[in-house]
DNA sequence: CGATAGTTTAGATTATATCTAATCTGACAA
DNA sequence: TTGTCAGATTAGATATAATCTAAACTATCG
């Protein structure tokens, strides 16, 4: 996505375009992984303009409020992020715990009247196992043995 | 469950039934919420045995990682668990955040080869939208005006 | 241009989780 | 039964992640 494309986004979400929601945008829309809130500040801070540590998470709460980044549902300690582009589900390793993105598909929904009451918005999926990485070193100290 | 079965439990994943650990366990058999660490420090330390708050971490990591308690994948600062009874999927209120068990049902598992050279060991579902209370809450506003 | 709301700042503070070293406890072997 | 030792707990210190605070800055609108 384009400088446009993220100025666009953000105004049409009803945040003013500021140089610091730019660059936090700008960084997790060229992410494949799922950086925490200190990661970001990090790689942010790396180049102008240069953002202070409550701003960083100001924005990240003022985008995930809009709609525009999502925390991901996952376990550890510091929340982790990803913008909002490209529908996709995720895999978390049981091991190490880092999170990938995998290809959407379409999850059955529930039948009708099983959520009771609550209105149902959306059903994310999660897939837990052994990454490549950690599933690969499982089998490599047994099989030389 | 009762207190022989969770001794049973305890003892059956390798860990000793001390009093601190069978509180903990009690305790989240007894729920239906998803209480966090501190929550969960308040409760069992209402009687006896007391536990200290790093006894109480410690035992909950130990729990987890014998895979008898797990943490459920939510958003908010705190970790929240669940101990492994009978299997259910979550539901993740958008606006108050509580973390709701609904029914299990089986999800329609990916194709093979969907993720490579990962292992799968669960899918996890979570729904997300309005739990029943908020969702009654935002239709009166409206249905007055 | 001035006013004002929105945003950022930098450091302080809070909340959650983890560490640390000493002490306690229970299990097991002799 | 006793002694040993590994596992567990303790209580407070420390680390980490997130949030608060009040001042300053900035952009927008009238």
Redesign the interface.
């Known amino acids: 996505m384009d400088a446009e494309a993220i100025k666009r986004s953000l105004e049409g979400s009803g945040l003013r375009c500021t140089p610091q929601r730019y660059a936090v945008m700008a960084f997790l829309m060229g992410q494949t992984k799922h950086p925490t809130a200190g990661e970001i500040f990090e790689a942010v801070n790396r180049v102008d303009p240069r953002s202070s540590r409550a701003t960083i998470y100001n924005n990240l709460r003022d985008l995930v409020q809009v709609g525009l980044v999502r925390?991901v549902?996952?376990?550890g300690r510091a929340?982790r992020f990803d913008a909002k582009g490209m529908r996709h589900h995720h895999?978390?390793?049981?091991r190490c715990g880092k999170v990938?993105d995998?290809?959407w598909?379409d999850?059955?929904t529930?039948e009708s009247g099983?959520?009771?009451?609550?209105?149902?918005?959306?059903?994310?999926?999660?897939?837990?196992?052994?990454?490549?990485k950690c599933?690969?070193r499982r089998v490599s100290p047994r099989s030389s043995s």
């Open positions: 925390e549902a996952a376990e929340a895999f978390i390793c049981d990938e995998v290809d598909y999850v059955s529930p099983y959520l009771g009451t609550r209105t149902l918005r959306e059903c994310e999926l999660i897939f837990r196992g052994l990454c490549a599933a690969s």
